[in-house]
T-cell receptor, first 114, second 112 residues
Framework: EAQVTQNPRYLITVTGKKLTVTCSQN?????MSWYRQDPGLGLRQIYY???????DKGDVPEGYKVSRKEKRNFPLILESPSPNQTSLYFC?????????????FGPGTRLTVL | GENVEQHPSTLSVQEGDSAVIKCTYS??????FPWYKQELGKRPQLIID?????GEKKDQRIAVTLNKTAKHFSLHITETQPEDSAVYFC???????????FGKGTLLTVNP
């Protein structure tokens, strides 16, 4: 089944404790992206990647890191999480660089930073 | 960068009525405008999209219109049903594999 997976789905952590949220897609998509969703603010892009080893900042990249060593994986790293990073996070992927293809979203990761 | 404004933020209609959600964008280079539906507790899913070379696109009860001159686009849902209740997001980009900027969303409630 074609899909985007994220792990973990729920995470409660404490300020300053490094964490990684994994994202994987099995559709051989070139493009992957991370968003955070907060009430009243919609979906805001954190980072995106056009292909392996190519990443770029979105609208709200502060406090986050990403890497794209393999085409299928795009982990989101919070080196020192803070309470203002409490949010719902979505990974998404899309195929065929330069095309107009649908972005497929993962199921979301609900992160709480205490 | 691109800025997408979406209105209204909430919309309540009676079953069978039509619903219209409007978005404006700022970057004249944007040429791809998708609409996503997000049901409660679920992920956003594409329901319809339009490219800048067409002015209107329809899929059953859903239609999207685009006015490039005015830089606005709208989602029209006819004969609304309770299962249409969800948050709807508009977005804009220079092709789907470029940075996608979302509006803040519209909570649509369809009352039986």
């Amino acid at each position: 089944e074609a899909q985007v997976t994220q792990n973990p789905r729920y995470l409660i952590t404490v300020t300053g404790k490094k964490l990684t949220v994994t994202c994987s897609q099995n559709m051989n998509h070139e493009y992957m992206s991370w968003y955070r969703q907060d009430p009243g603010l919609g979906l805001r892009q954190i980072y995106y990647s056009m292909n392996v080893e190519v990443t770029d900042k979105g609208d709200v990249p502060e406090g986050y890191k990403v890497s794209r060593k393999e085409k299928r994986n795009f982990p989101l790293i919070l080196e020192s999480p803070s309470p203002n990073q409490t949010s719902l996070y979505f990974c998404a992927s899309s195929g065929a660089s330069g095309g107009y293809n649908e972005q497929f979203f993962g199921p979301g990761t609900r992160l709480t930073v205490l | 960068g691109e800025n997408v404004e979406q209105h209204p933020s909430t919309l309540s209609v009676q079953e069978g009525d039509s619903a219209v959600i409007k978005c404006t964008y700022s970057d004249s280079a944007s040429n791809y405008f998708p609409w996503y539906k997000q049901e409660l507790g679920k992920r956003p899913q594409l329901i319809i999209d339009i490219r800048s070379n067409v002015g209107e696109k329809k899929d059953q009860r859903i239609a999207v219109t685009l006015n490039k001159t005015a830089k606005h686009f709208s989602l029209h849902i006819t004969e609304t049903q309770p299962e249409d209740s969800a948050v709807y997001f508009c977005a804009a980009s220079q092709g789907s594999n470029y940075k996608l900027t979302f509006g803040k969303g519209t909570l649509l409630t369809v009352n039986p």
